[in-house]
């Protein structure tokens, strides 16, 4: 307190309200994989270093453009309509394909994220679990190594690596998944959206028994994984020199470009036909943006599904109830694959809202996991400022409040479940209560806080009858 002296008027403002929790981002994905180059101001300066972007042009600038994959078309005469008509088409198999994942996520609603660049498009292009030690510059890395630069960072609540399904062997895929699990389990504050492993095929149940094994026992509440790959309306890379297209057309392989002047009718049908082909991804990068999406239009505890995908064709295998019932409930392995379906005039649609843990009833659902991510580090972060104060009953009260009043808010917006507060939540702080004198004595304030999160109605069942007439 302070000490008077000189006759005056002295004003003193008393704090009366507690201090308040502030939230934290909840859809800040982090993605991971190969880049055209990774510049700010010199080469390569920002490989293996996480960076905050907030649009594909932001992308474009500090990452590049797609990978220059090589199309052939093989192109006759059709003499049925005098025109010309394509005989086949050689689909690249795209390795690089981090930059249509994160325009994906863009086009679906996302908005701010982190790309970590583990490495620059290779002329014999290869995905990596691990660098490359005996490189000469020190610049190509493993997917890996870009998994354990983002547990450096707080920010990232969402962990995306795509090019994890181009991994050469599907033991290196276990082990990053694993890796993905087992770090969103140590720091506790985010969540990894995983593909399935040949999500481009059609599993039938044994072979989806053997994806799931990959994901391992473990910390399988802090994912979900989605299943099939999807075809974008998106086309493949054309070059500006249009020279990453061959034509062979009545002889030898020409790149596009040179057919322009000498047979300009081929050059025009070629370049009509690129727009029928389409990018078939995995979905990883769309379903990030329907959780920012989602996040931002309704909160963190809604179910980031029944929302139609942007800028998908379909998903390359068709699902029906039968198929996706050996995908949601899983009496094996207890581990729940998210379908992505097709429905006639609703589009693509997320179907499914579970984490890999799909027997548990604690951590069944997607948004209630991720809603407990939230509300944990955000009074986490929100406490600091209690460390060192006097653990006695006015921090106590200070922090109860902090709390209280927070989850107050959410069970306004829906989040919690009941009919008052005192249904929807607890918050117990105190002696004799949380702590003892010993953990008084030894500098513990222990905080118990229990949450009844709101569950998607995911199964809804109307049950009709017939009424004998009264009257």
Sequence with gaps: MATYRTPDVYVEEISVFPPSVAEVE?????????????????????????????????????????????????????????????????????????????????????????????????????????????????????????????ALFDEPTLIVIPEAVKLS???????????????????????????????????????????????????????????????????????????NVDVIYGGPSATLNTL????????????????????????????????????????????????????VLEPVIKLDNAHQDTLNVDSDTGKSINAIRAFAGKGTLVWGARTLAGNDNEWRYIPVRRFFNMVEESVKKSTYWAVFEPNDANTWIKVRGMIESYLTQKWREGALAGATPKDAFFVKCGLGITMTAQDILEGRMNVEIGMAAVRPAEFIILKFSHKLQTS
């Design 169 to 243: 062997t599907s033991g290196e895929y276990q082990t990053l998944a694993q890796a993905a699990l087992l770090q969103c389990n140590t720091l506790g504050d985010r969540f990894a959206i995983f593909d399935i492993y040949e999500g481009g095929s059609n599993l039938d149940s044994s072979a989806l028994n053997t994806t799931r094994g990959y994901f391992g026992n473990n910390y399988l509440k802090y994912g979900g994984a989605y299943y099939p790959f999807l075809r974008t309306s998106m086309n493949y890379y054309l070059k500006t020199d249009e020279s």
């Design 260 to 311: 322009k002047s000498s047979k300009t009718a081929v050059y025009n049908f070629v370049k009509s036909e690129l727009k029928n082909h389409h990018v078939v991804l995995p979905p990883s990068g769309a379903v990030a943006g329907v959780y920012a999406a989602t996040d931002s239009n309704r909160g963190v505890w809604k179910a980031p599904a029944n929302v139609s995908l942007a800028n």
């Design 26 to 150: 909840t859809a800040i994905p982090a993605f991971i994989g190969y880049t055209a180059k990774a510049m700010k101001k010199a080469a390569d300066d920002l490989i293996l270093e996480p960076t905050k972007i907030y649009s594909l042009k932001e992308y474009e600038n500090y990452f590049g453009l797609p990978a220059e994959d090589v199309l052939t078309f093989t192109v006759a005469d059709d003499a049925g309509t005098g025109g010309l008509k394509v005989t086949s088409f050689a689909e690249p198999d795209l390795k690089y394909i981090l930059y249509y994942s994160v325009k994906m996520f863009f086009d679906n609603g996302g908005g701010q994220c982190y790309i970590v660049s583990v490495g620059t498009y290779q002329s014999t292009p290869a995905i990596d679990l691990n660098g490359d030690s005996s490189s000469v510059k020190a610049t190509m890395y493993g997917l890996q190594d870009g998994l354990d630069k983002v």
